[in-house]
């Protein structure tokens, strides 16, 4: 195992020995100490690697990730995971707003809390909050899956697309053209994988789904013409 | 883009050190907010009948002892002041009201930053750490503060346009934002008596707060209808003469974070702010969430 100490060494420095892993593995588990909320941390990863980072994260942690699997060992800041591709970021503590925005593939799992526009514009990842989600949650989610185990906030799913979002808890209000939907034998299925590969110990029975009603303007035959 | 910290202490063993805990927390935000500095710290507080006086003077040779002579005739009591950088601090017994009037008429190129019993307000344009080492922020104590770190956005960058903003008797408002009908309701509060230095638009807020508070609201009320009038984005610390307060708007773009153990509640635009206070691996990490209001304030004494 390698061991990354930000007390002495640059972020810069962290994530150009994690880049330099994808032309040529030479280690495939790393610990990133004293991460004392840097921004940036452990970003655009291309390998197969294990990375702990031993602390609290600042905002963009595990952007861009591709294959990798980073644990969080504290909260994180704006961003987690966002526009991840692949791989796995797991967050112990709590993550502020956006995370998992516009990722793209890959399972992000917060094990605390969410703020606001979890999982916005995400884009086929499956994300796991084992606590609530603030306002504005995936907001216009286009695929993947979205899984709250407490409680989500105002606006959910608003102007969404196709991301199927289960929630275990009250969900304060939804947003514009989301709606509750009847849960299938195809989606409790959908909803134990997902869980099961988060490591997240729930029963999907207990879970609502909502889902797009399909009637904002985009849905709308008679305006294909538009573009 | 700008920085805010603020640190207020349940633990009184600890107020000697309160700047020295501060220093790093402000100098932490400069990447949020080089270009201003200031901060409010309250402690060293006067009797009921008195008031302390943070006033600056452009020159830094001005003679505050001639000024506080001038006080000592006018309101025939002593004054004790001391002076630091640009800035004195005055203390008298006397009305706040008579004392910033006299200053208004017979020294209108002082400018009065604050007012109140125990609250100083001291801000310069330039980079946190010379900021910190012009006032000897380490060196200072008390039972709570505040601090902006500023990267102007909305107005001109000059000592007048940096936070914190006095918003009346030990009240003080750091923002971190920028709020879009500010033009408006500046020229709704000065219909109303309300005065502006600037152009700036957090003293609007800050302005709308001391209008609020003088029409008879609480903090908390106060807040309540800031919520409603003001547009725009922001998250507010406010200071008072017991505690201090945070909200943020109900989109809540602009980031906060708070930390609590139980020595201090501390919070800041960014986590890496928190990271040199004692104890801040085991404190309780968490966002405040959008258009709710949080007030940590202690009992008087």
Sequence with gaps: MRTVDLATQTVRDLNQALHDQAKQCTETEWEVLNPKGQHNLAVGLDQKLKVDIKGHAGYYCGGMNKEADIVVHGSAGQGVAENMMSGSVRVKGNASSSAGATSIGGLLVIEGDAGSRCGISMKGSDIVVTGNVGHMSCFMGQAGTLVVCGDAGDALGDSLYEVHIYVKGEVKSLGADCIAKEMRDEHIEELSEVLKRAGVDEDPHAFKRYGSARQLYNFKVDNASAY | ?301
């Excluded at chain 2, 060196?139 to 009346?168: C, D, L, N, W, Y």
């Excluded at chain 2, 609480?218 to 409603?228: D, V, Y």
């Excluded at chain 2, 702010?273 to 104890?279: E, I, K, S």
């Design chain 2, 1 to 301: 883009m700008c920085g805010i910290v603020g640190l207020y202490l349940k633990n009184e063993s600890l107020e000697s050190q309160l700047g020295q805990l501060f220093v790093p927390m402000l100098i932490a935000m400069t990447e949020r907010g080089p270009d201003s500095a200031g901060f409010a710290i309250y402690g060293d507080e006067v009797a009921d009948d008195s008031v302390k006086l943070t006033l600056r003077h452009e020159d830094e040779n001005y003679d505050w002892a001639g000024l506080a002579k001038r006080l000592e005739t006018a309101f025939s009591t002593k004054v004790d002041w001391f002076q630091n950088s640009k800035v004195a601090v005055l203390k008298l017994m006397a009305d706040a009201d008579d004392a910033i009037a006299y200053l208004h008429e017979n020294a209108h190129d002082v400018m009065v930053m604050s007012a109140g019993k125990s609250i100083e307000i001291l801000k310069e344009v330039g980079l946190p750490e010379n900021i910190v080492e012009m006032f000897k922020l380490g060196q200072m104590k008390g039972s709570h503060i505040i601090g902006h770190t500023r990267m102007a956005t909305e107005s001109a960058v000059t000592m007048a346009g940096s936070h914190p903003f006095s918003t009346g008797m030990d009240l003080c408002l750091v923002h971190n934002g920028s709020l879009s009908n500010h033009n408006r309701l500046r020229a709704e509060l000065k219909r109303e008596g309300i005065h502006f230095d600037t152009d700036n638009d957090t003293e609007v807020a800050a302005g709308y707060m001391t209008y609020r508070l003088q029409q008879g609201d609480s903090l908390n009320q106060a807040l309540e209808h800031a919520l409603q009038d003001l547009d725009g984005f922001y998250t507010f610390t406010i200071g008072t003469k017991n505690g201090f307060a945070v909200v943020r708007d109900p989109i809540a773009c602009k980031p906060a974070v708070i930390a609590e153990t139980d020595d201090y509640v501390a919070m800041a635009s960014e986590y890496q702010a928190l990271t040199t206070l004692p104890g801040i691996e085991n404190a309780k990490v968490w966002e405040p969430e959008p258009a709710t209001i949080y007030v940590w304030e202690r009992g008087d004494k």
